[in-house]
């Protein structure tokens, strides 16, 4: 059974860090790219960074860029989301998703945790 378990979210003020935690199980992990998404209220689900988890290649929102770091740890099968800077735009529940490739877009992902919520007070 394919597994995707988030950690790491919570609440924190404008300026501070959280790392969030994927930690995946059920499918090979290093033929996979993994991504977060994050979806705030009344707004659509937009992807905020990925990785090849074969050759580490990455992908940041603009949004996001100097802020927030991807990495993943490929023994533990797990990726971690580093958000440091945070503002209160960065309000949202964020997922996990694992698909075959990077990808920019939610439908070519294939699997998707439960989310984790992070909110950024002001």
């Known amino acids: 059974e394919v597994q995707l378990m988030e950690s790491g979210g919570g609440l924190v003020q404008a300026g501070g860090s959280l790392r969030l935690s994927c930690a995946a199980s059920?499918?090979?992990?290093?033929?996979?790219?993994i991504g977060w998404f994050r979806q705030a209220p009344g707004k659509e689900r937009e992807e905020v960074s990925c990785?090849?988890?074969?050759?580490?290649?990455?992908y940041y929102a603009d949004s996001v860029k100097g802020r927030f770091t991807i990495s993943s740890d490929n023994a533990k099968n797990t990726v971690y989301l580093q958000m440091n800077s945070l503002k209160p735009e960065d309000t949202a529940v964020y997922y996990c998703?694992?698909?075959?490739?990077?990808?920019?877009?939610?439908?070519?992902?294939?699997?998707w945790g439960q989310g984790t919520q992070v909110t950024v007070s002001s």
């Open positions: 990785i090849s988890s074969s050759d580490g290649s990455t």
């Open positions: 998703t694992a698909g075959p490739r990077v990808g920019l877009h939610a439908y070519e992902y294939d699997y």
């Open positions: 059920g499918f090979t992990f290093d033929d996979y790219a």
